[in-house]
């Protein structure tokens, strides 16, 4: 059963208890999206900005893994009737509605410095007409595990930058509803000791490992042209382990020199280490967990752990950065997948 809600998540406005199919992906540190094959009969509330949220996701007044509806197509078949397909995206993407409006140039520990982001363009903006109905929810001290960060942000948009950060340094986030929209930052728990996936242990369906350019070095270009330019230097591998890249950091600016050079260097080293991790892609685990194995998503291991993964002679820590529910007439399945290997 699907709840379907207003735009703002304040009433709850029907239910579909009847679909062909519903695959609901949510992801640790992007948006996450939405597909449901339904009747023509839920058409009046199938209106583009309602929500949907599963009943596996209601909680008394609480929902998880919001989904939006954007998109609103009806089909006729003669063979099989009437068809109407609701896409979308979940209820993280309202802050892509929002770009950094003035330069930001924030340092400090990485929870205070997204939430900084957030209140900014989206709680409570300077002008009241970017505000979002959302509130910060309680921060989770994240900033005791001591990662820094400096970095100077200007049209940036909001969701996407921190889906960015947040693969840089391992961290989850969220929007859900209690009483209107709560944002949430969090970090998955180290499972690696006790939560073990291999065809040794009956609970892997499939995996797949792929190797390929992974660069080790970076030059990060600022400020100026030639010798002097302010550069960064990234990475200390060395011989035939060094694969190196230059990072344009231009558009990093020190205002004129009102910021000072050891905030704009670190400033430019953050750039490029966003940088660098988008371009690292080309090395991976994607692996599919047995649904009736040994641990069970929920109970023992959650989006955003961090497991191990053991195939042919290789260990392997990585995170779980997606669950896809799925259900159809065959039935419902649960596919927790893996997008990159843990560093």
């Known amino acids: 059963m699907i709840y379907v809600l207003n735009q703002d998540g304040t009433k709850v406005l029907g239910l579909i208890d009847a679909y062909s199919s519903a695959i609901f992906t949510v992801q640790y540190y992007g948006l996450g999206d939405f597909q449901v094959i339904t009747y023509p009969k839920y058409l009046d509330l199938l209106v583009p900005g309602n929500l949907l949220a599963r009943e596996a996701d209601k909680k008394g007044k609480r929902f998880d893994n919001v989904m939006v509806i954007e998109k609103t197509e009806v089909k006729y078949d003669r063979e099989n009737g009437n068809r109407v397909t609701v896409t979308g ?14 330069q930001m140039n924030l340092s ?5 410095v997204i939430r900084k982001v957030v209140k ?22 994240l900033a005791d595990d001591g990662q ?6 200007f049209g940036d948009n909001v969701g996407d930058w921190i889906a960015t950060v ?9 929007i859900y509803i209690d009483n209107g929209f709560i944002f949430d930052l969090y970090r998955g728990k180290d499972r690696t000791g006790s939560v073990i996936f291999s065809p040794g242990y009956d609970n892997l369906n499939a995996a797949r490992y792929t190797t390929g350019n992974y660069y080790t070095a970076a030059l990060v270009g600022g400020e100026g042209e030639g010798t002097s330019q302010t550069v960064e230097e990234l990475g200390t591998a ?23 050079e050891a905030t704009y260097r670190n400033m430019l080293r953050n750039y ?12 991976s685990l994607d692996a599919e967990i047995a649904p009736y194995g040994a641990f069970n998503l929920g109970d023992d291991y959650f989006l955003g752990d961090v497991v ?16 896809i529910y799925s259900e159809d007439e065959t039935g419902a399945r649960v596919l927790p997948t893996f997008a990159e290997m843990e560093v």
Do not use: M
């Open 89 to 102: 995206r979940s209820l993280k993407s309202i802050l892509c509605k929002r770009i950094v409006w003035e």
């Open 108 to 112: 400090g520990p990485v929870e205070d």
């Open 120 to 141: 900014d363009n989206a709680v409570t903006p300077s002008n009241s007409l970017r505000r979002l109905p959302l509130r910060l929810g309680t921060a989770h001290g």
């Open 148 to 153: 820094q960060t400096e970095v100077q942000l």
């Open 166 to 174: 947040c693969k840089q340094f391992g961290y989850g986030w969220e």
């Open 238 to 260: 060395s011989g035939l382990d060094r694969v190196e890249t230059y990072i344009d950091a231009g558009s990093v600016s020190s205002n004129g020199e009102i910021i000072t």
């Open 272 to 283: 490029g280490k966003e940088e660098v991790a988008e371009l690292n892609t080309d090395t």
């Open 308 to 323: 191990k993964i053991e195939l042919q002679g290789i260990q392997a820590r990585t995170r779980i950065t997606e669950i």
